[in-house]
């Protein structure tokens, strides 16, 4: 079994910065990829960015350059730093986690609210 928990998140202001962490535990052996989903209220569930177990990134276009992934491989978490963050980024953020045996898992979700 394999558990996803999740930290960080909460509320800023406009143009603030916050961080999010997400540790994995269980039987992982190897992993494929981990990442940052979001969901807005009424809105589907969209990539934020994510990182390979080699270090390739990958960010949406709407965050490139405010965010940062990156991954702590012995610890098998993946963290999300969030700069010059905008209303438009409030949601709830997901991470994910893809095995090299192809199974996925997510994460129970945490809130980020962007407003002044």
């Known amino acids: 079994q394999v558990q996803l928990v999740e930290s960080g998140g909460g509320s800023v202001q406009p143009g603030g910065s916050l961080g999010l962490s997400c540790a994995a535990s269980?039987?992982?052996?190897?992993?494929?990829?981990m990442g940052w989903y979001r969901q807005a209220p009424g809105k589907e569930r969209g990539l934020v960015a994510d990182?390979?177990?080699?270090?390739?990134?990958y960010y949406a276009p709407s965050v490139k350059g405010r965010f940062t992934v990156s991954s702590d491989n012995a610890k098998n978490t993946v963290y999300l730093q969030m700069f010059n963050m905008k209303p438009e980024d409030t949601a709830v953020y997901y991470c994910?986690?893809?095995?090299?045996?192809?199974?996925?898992?997510w994460g129970q979700g945490t809130q980020v609210t962007v407003s002044s």
């Open positions: 994910k986690l893809v095995l090299s045996d192809g199974g996925v898992y």
């Open positions: 269980g039987t992982i052996g190897s992993w494929f990829g």
């Open positions: 990182i390979s177990n080699r270090g390739s990134t």
